[in-house]
T-cell receptor
Framework: GDSVTQMEGPVTLSEEAFLTINCTYT??????LFWYVQYPGEGLQLLLK?????DKGSNKGFEATYRKETTSFHLEKGSVQVSDSAVYFC???????????FGTGTRLQVTL | DTGVSQDPRHKITKRGQNVTFRCDPI?????LYWYRQTLGQGPEFLTY????????KSRLLSDRFSAERPKGSFSTLEIQRTEQGDSAMYLC????????????FGDGTRLSIL
């Protein structure tokens, strides 16, 4: 079945540091890939998505590239801020399924 | 667009009681999903509606769980005879028609079983 594997957290960075959160997937067919962010006490917010190989999703300085050859969708940001502290979830959706399949999430802590 | 709304935000109840949660999707969205999220984990799919039809149910959705979407608008999720293991965040999401439509989530209902 479909699955998503994310790097374990927490990831602790100083403000303005470079961020990478790794995500790899296993899926039947050709999935769409997503990054969601969850702030404390809130639901999930869609951060970015990519629907086909080599697509790059980007939003708010974050970006991720759909790599079919490595089945990866790593999240990157060039300079993190304290306000980026949250839990980040990688997820996939295949055309034949209704549901999103999520990874376990990676907590990011950014300090001054 | 007021977003996906869930009520209540928090529910504390005793083991064995029944609870019901409500979800109001984004108005033009015909697809509605329920997920469960436990501490430190990603959301897990429970069930999916397209308009008023419940098209898919996860094996996680035991016979104590029932979901409805009677008029294709809001949805309710009921848990009967709650157990300790039901303690979780219950998330609702909605999406529009079309394969490329993204799911938008509400803030969830946190259920605590005493």
């Amino acid at each position: 079945g479909d699955s998503v594997t994310q790097m374990e957290g927490p990831v602790t960075l100083s403000e303005e540091a470079f961020l990478t959160i790794n995500c790899t997937y296993t899926a039947t067919g050709y999935p769409s890939l997503f990054w969601y962010v969850q702030y404390p006490g809130e639901g999930l917010q869609l951060l970015l998505k990519a629907t086909k190989a080599d697509d790059k999703g980007s939003n708010k300085g974050f970006e991720a590239t759909y790599r079919k050859e490595t089945t990866s969708f790593h999240l990157e940001k060039g300079s993190v801020q304290v306000s980026d502290s949250a839990v980040y979830f990688c997820a996939l959706h295949t055309g034949t399924a209704s549901k999103l399949t999520f990874g376990t999430g990676t907590r990011l802590q950014v300090t001054l | 667009d007021t977003g996906v709304s869930q009520d209540p935000r928090h529910k504390i109840t005793k083991r064995g009681q029944n609870v019901t949660f409500r979800c109001d999707p984004i108005s033009e969205h015909n697809r509605l999903y329920w997920y469960r999220q436990t501490l430190g984990q990603g959301p897990e799919f429970l069930t999916y509606f397209q308009n008023e039809a419940q098209l898919e149910k996860s094996r996680l959705l035991s016979d104590r769980f029932s979901a409805e979407r009677p008029k294709g608008s809001f949805s309710t999720l009921e848990i009967q005879r709650t157990e300790q293991g039901d303690s979780a965040m219950y998330l609702c999401a909605s999406s529009g028609p079309g394969q490329g439509s993204s799911q938008h989530f509400g803030d969830g209902t946190r259920l605590s079983i005493l």
